[in-house]
């Protein structure tokens, strides 16, 4: 017997229907949360040209406001961040801020790269002045002002503003430079002499790196000798970049992090 007219019709409607069904449709993976941590004497807003263009390709990103007092505290507290994510994270930091993200995930097992930018990937034991001494070329010691003591017995340290443009940002228009010295976040003495709590994230996520060769305060042969030791997944040395690599390169360093980003 052969079909009718209304039973094609409603054999195709149902077949249509399937298709379209959301529920036997492949969902898109949604594309983790980046967490972006700034070092000593910088701030939140040496991220923003590196935020504008990962915003712009869908991601969700948080500029953390490192409070630069030990290395502790400040990967408990960007820990905790971490873990009002829901979904999966990429971990970034900057200069002394590779210490705060090699202590942060502790426990969170949704951070699924961490990226390395013109930053420290510490050893146990190891502290920011002994590992930028490895190598020649590092020249921050003379352009720190002297310490200024606090209420609790610490001192903060700070980069003398005149000497700020060429150690810190030499491929940056001077006028952005002297911006970026009246803005630093200062550091204290303790932060910059503590050790890790415990053993580097680095050893159990996958890590990448990308720096600046004209970097003063941690030398290139420095972060090339720490990404080696943290078997990187990628690493991008950049001609006559300075320290802070994310205000003068931050397309480069928004593609390192989408590379990461990417990792099954």
């Known amino acids: 017997m052969k079909p009718t007219a209304l039973q094609k019709a409603a054999s195709m409607l149902c077949c249509a229907m399937i298709v379209v069904n959301p529920a036997t449709a492949a969902q898109p993976e949604s594309k983790p949360t980046v967490i ?9 807003s040496s991220w923003d040209g590196v935020a504008a263009r990962l915003y712009k390709d869908g991601y969700t990103v948080i500029s953390a406001a490192n409070p630069l007092r030990s290395v502790k505290g400040d990967a408990d507290y960007v820990a905790s961040i ?5 979904g999966p994270v990429v971990l970034v930091g900057h200069s002394y801020a590779g210490f705060v993200i090699s202590a942060a995930v502790k426990d969170n097992k949704n951070v699924k790269a961490l990226v390395y930018v013109a930053a420290f990937a510490p050893e146990m034991g190891e502290t920011s002045s002994s590992l930028s001494a490895k190598y020649p070329g590092a020249t921050l010691g003379p352009t720190l002002s002297p ?3 606090l209420g609790n017995g610490e001192e903060d340290l700070y980069v003398q ?9 030499k491929d940056l228009p001077q006028e952005k430079a002297r911006l970026l010295a009246i803005s630093q976040r200062p550091a204290t003495v303790k932060s910059l002499n503590d050790t890790l709590p415990s053993a580097p994230a680095w050893k159990t996520v996958p890590a990448y790196f990308v720096y600046g060769k004209a970097d003063r305060n941690i030398p290139a042969a420095v972060v090339e000798f720490m990404a080696k030791r943290a ?3 990628k690493t991008v040395g950049i001609e ?3 320290h802070l690599v994310m205000v003068s ?13 990417g990792v099954k």
Not at 36 to 44: I, R, T, Y
Not at 82 to 86: F, H, L, W
Not at 162 to 167: G, H, L, M, N, T
Request: proline share 9%; glycine share 6%; no cysteine.
């Open 36 to 44: 972006m941590v700034h070092g000593a004497f910088a701030g939140s």
């Open 82 to 86: 971490v873990r009002s994510v829901p």
């Open 147 to 149: 310490p200024v003591k």
């Open 161 to 169: 503003q005149s000497k700020f443009p060429d150690q810190f940002a």
């Open 231 to 233: 078997s990187s997944k």
């Open 240 to 242: 006559g970049a300075s």
């Open 249 to 261: 390169h931050p397309a480069e360093v928004a593609d390192m992090i989408e590379t990461a980003a």
